[in-house]
């Protein structure tokens, strides 16, 4: 079974600090993705990565960064949290153009 | 801007109804898929479609390439189907954009 996994279900953090949010991946997929989730809006890509070391923003990338050193692991990192990225952070790979694997997200509340 | 829009947002069925969830699309697309999140839950994908009709269970999805439609069917609707239903398009490359759900509740 594909597998997708994430670090945490939910955290609470303090405004102005840095967060990490870390996802693995178990089937060797080249493309992973960052998204996140609010009532009304849908999902949003934040990042995505097509390779190693390889990243590209997506439509809502300010205030993100995101880091891929090994082919399985993708870290999305606020470099300063703001209550306006209190929200659900879901992580997904996937193959060229094939289904999309999602982790079971992280609730993130900043206060 | 919104390139993909899903119908009803909303839906409350009584267990056995057969139930239809539409999205509609204004870009050209290479595939469609749909998706399931319970509450709480993760995403899981239920169908990729790039043209006519598939089936699994109770479930079937079929899209009109030329409409740019797509519908997704439930038939004898059960409350285990309770869940946010999400359609997502693929355009060129390997970009997903997503319609903002139908939340279906089924009532025994």
């Known amino acids: 079974d594909v597998k997708v996994t994430q670090s945490s279900r939910y955290l609470v953090k303090r405004t102005g600090e840095k967060v990490f949010l870390e996802c693995v991946q178990d089937m060797d997929h080249e493309n992973m993705f960052w998204y996140r989730q609010d009532p009304g809006l849908g999902l949003r890509l934040i990042y995505f990565s097509y390779d190693v070391k390889m990243k590209e923003k997506g439509d809502i990338p300010e205030g993100y960064s995101v880091s891929r050193e090994k082919k399985e692991r993708f870290s999305l990192i606020l470099e300063s949290a703001s209550t306006n990225q209190t929200s659900m952070y879901l992580c997904?790979?996937?193959?060229?153009?094939?289904?999309?694997?999602f982790g079971p997200g992280t609730r993130l509340t900043v206060l | 801007k919104n390139e993909v829009e899903q119908s009803p947002q909303n839906l409350t069925a009584q267990e056995g109804e057969f139930i239809t969830i539409n999205c509609s699309y204004s870009v050209g697309i290479s595939a469609l898929h749909w998706l399931q999140q319970h509450p709480g839950g993760g995403i899981v994908s239920l169908f990729m479609?790039?043209?006519g009709k598939k089936k699994h269970g109770r479930l079937i999805a079929t899209i009109n390439i030329q409409e740019k439609h797509s519908s997704l069917h439930i038939t004898a609707s059960h409350p285990r189907d309770s869940a946010v239903y999400i359609c997502?398009?693929?355009?060129?490359?390997?970009?997903?954009?997503f319609g903002t759900g139908t939340s279906l509740t089924v009532i025994p």
């Open positions: 997502a398009v693929v355009l060129t490359g390997n970009q997903f954009y």
């Open positions: 479609l790039s043209s």
């Open positions: 997904a790979s996937n193959i060229l153009k094939g289904e999309q694997f």
